[in-house]
């Protein structure tokens, strides 16, 4: 079901957990192109261990005969990977996302959740390193839009290939009367 990948990450902190999921993606499924996006200002921050675990997972991928290549961007992180993600015709994002804590989350909210409303595939954000043991369970937030109803089908997919179970979370914007 997914065949083109991009694997990326809103900061250098989270971008294992994102390299660490893409290790389980490929216990399940074998994309024909997988891209690591790396977008900051600062490159400094893509230290000697990412740079050693990044070139582990693109090792991985290319001996499946994966087309893989990595990509270093500067600006701003929501334009890039939708630029990416448009121009690899990519089918899932597997983002690295910080947790955001206190009112900043209520202000802005996180660069993922942003890039997230208008993302043209799939994404699947994670905070932190998982093992395959730990990927029991997806949370799958519905509301009444037809753009969550279309990711039904994806956490399908996701869940059998995985052996977890989805939880549905119904999220409405309206009042209880609305559902009256």
């Known amino acids: 079901m997914f065949k083109n990948l991009l694997i990326t990450a809103e900061s250098a902190g989270t971008f ?3 390299c660490d999921f893409a290790d389980i993606m490929m216990e399940y499924t074998q994309p024909a192109e997988v891209n690591f996006l790396y977008i ?5 921050a893509f230290n000697e261990a990412l740079k050693v675990r990044v070139r582990n997972a693109m090792d991985q991928y290319m001996r ?4 893989v290549d990595l990509i270093f961007k500067h600006g701003n992180f929501q334009k890039g990977t ?3 993600a448009v ?16 009112f900043r989350r209520f ?12 993302s043209p595939c799939f994404v699947i954000s994670v905070q932190k390193s998982l093992t395959r043991k730990q990927l029991r369970k997806i949370v799958l937030p519905i509301d009444s839009s037809t753009e969550t109803w279309q990711k039904v089908p994806a956490a399908h997919q996701m869940a059998k290939l995985t052996g977890s179970s989805v939880l549905v979370l119904g999220v409405s914007t309206g009042s209880y009367r609305d559902w009256e």
């Open 16 to 18: 294992e957990a994102a």
């Open 40 to 44: 900051d200002d600062d490159l400094s």
């Open 64 to 67: 499946q005969g994966t087309n």
């Open 82 to 84: 939708m630029d990416c």
């Open 87 to 102: 121009s690899h015709h990519t089918d899932l994002v597997i983002c690295g996302a910080e947790l955001i804590n206190g």
């Open 107 to 118: 202000w802005n909210g996180s660069k993922t959740y942003r890039f997230i409303k208008s």
